[in-house]
């Protein structure tokens, strides 16, 4: 019998119809297949398939439901299972047992439209019945779509001023619009995709699959009549829906579960939405040149200003000692001086050390006159950094307004792209 079947499996992944050989199956009253394989090849050739699907669902109902949605899925001829036959052997889905395989099989079936509009609208139902978007944080499914974390969103406003980005207070609405564009992406990517309801699930090598593989619901199939399958371990619900919604995933499947994420991703829009409308603070502390600089609307505050200024000062001053050197040179040369009087000689010694000490002070000089115009260089780049910067908030709360109201127009696209029901199928 499981080489009957198995050959019969092989046809229909291949041709999509039951071999024109095969005309019966050996009955075993323990086994609900032979007559399950009746039915199929009964269907498959429009007759009526009523005596043998009676046999085997009194043998094995969900069996031979699996077996036959599974089957005419794998065909390419979905179309013609009875509804009650898809719930039947689709069973029962909980929060709190894993998925099985043949769940899987019938879920990515119904995704690529192998049983029309109507088998999506039923898993849709079905996972909507379970509120599985409450199962996990609304975070958790953005992280699905959206994997990792927008870096430092520097507005244009603050292009020239990028420590200002950095600020919590700033960084805030900007990475919050940032994300919920990021999110928008994803949600046009997914849904952009047209699919191609009646495209049959068959198997492009013409046989049999030999291992589990979740796209191929001919490996379920195989388990059902007694050969190798399934072998992997089954996941969790949630553990699904959010591996259809990371980037790469099937298409079909990610359709499916963004539809089911919804109420969560709506919500978490809506917060993104309403973050970026936070008014930008009345007062922020900047650090310019190694100083904190208190910038309010109406400009720098004053006495920050003139505290940096003083450091500043007090910094450059405090290089600048006394210039001992020369001076110990020019009381040398005065006490050389008067000591001609007794010694000539010393009229030249007198000489140098007077000219070396007078070359250290006018060199000194010149230091300090060099470091005042740097001095005032720092001062005057300081306060244009700090006049610059308050015109820049300016610039980032006017740029707010238009940032609030394209968050808003996002987060409402989101939740239209995102709406469930039989329009979502």
């Known amino acids: 019998m499981q080489r009957h079947a198995e050959a019969l499996l092989a046809h229909l992944a291949a041709s999509g119809c039951a071999p024109p050989s095969e005309a019966g199956f050996p009955d075993d009253p323990n086994s609900w297949l032979p007559p399950a394989l009746e039915a199929l090849v009964a269907i498959l050739a429009e007759e009526d398939p009523l005596e043998p699907l009676s046999r085997a669902a009194q043998r094995d109902q969900q069996a031979t439901a699996l077996f036959l949605c599974l089957a005419l899925a794998v065909a390419g001829h979905g179309t013609r299972i009875h509804a009650s036959w898809l719930a039947t052997a689709f069973g029962e889905l909980s929060l709190d047992r894993p998925v099985t395989h043949g769940q899987r099989a019938l879920w990515l079936a119904a995704a690529r439209g192998a049983y029309g509009p109507a088998g999506k609208i039923f898993v849709l139902r079905r996972l909507d019945a379970l509120a599985v978007h409450r199962a996990a944080d609304p975070a958790d499914w953005v992280r699905a779509l959206v994997p990792g974390e927008p870096g430092i969103v520097i507005p244009p406003s603050l292009a020239d001023y990028p420590e200002l980005a950095q600020l919590p207070e700033l960084a805030r609405p900007a990475q919050a619009g940032a994300r919920l564009s990021r999110l928008l992406e994803r949600c046009v990517e997914i849904t952009s995709m047209r699919e191609e309801v009646a495209a049959p699930l068959t198997n492009g090598g013409g046989a049999p699959a030999s291992a589990w593989a979740e796209d191929e619901p001919l490996a379920v ?35 499916v579960a963004l539809h089911v994420a919804a109420p969560a991703l709506k919500q978490v829009a809506n917060d993104l939405a309403e973050a970026t409308r936070t008014d930008p603070p009345e007062s922020i502390d900047v650090p310019m040149l190694g100083h904190q600089i208190r910038l309010r609307p109406e400009g720098p505050d004053a006495n920050c200003l003139e505290a940096a200024e003083r450091a500043i000062a007090l910094e450059a001053s405090a290089d600048r000692s006394a210039p001992w050197p020369a001076w110990l040179l020019l009381a040398t040369a005065v006490a050389c001086l008067v000591a001609t009087v007794v010694t000539g000689w010393l009229a030249i010694p007198a000489l140098l050390c007077g000219g070396l000490g007078g070359w250290l002070l006018w060199r000194r000089q010149k230091a300090a006159e060099s470091a005042a115009r740097y001095l005032e260089a720092q001062l005057g780049e300081l306060r244009e950094l700090a006049e610059g910067a308050v015109w820049a908030l300016h610039a980032y709360a006017r740029e707010a307004e238009a940032r609030a109201m394209q968050a808003a127009e996002d987060a409402a696209e989101v939740a239209r792209l995102v709406r469930r029901g039989p329009r979502a199928a």
């Not at 388990?223 to 399958?229: F, K, Q």
């Not at 992997?232 to 829906?241: E, I, T």
């Open 221 to 255: 199939l195989r388990s059902l009549i007694g050969l190798s399958g399934p072998a992997g371990p089954m996941a969790s619900l949630v553990s699904h829906l959010l591996d259809d919604l990371r980037p790469g995933a099937d298409p079909h499947l990610a359709i």
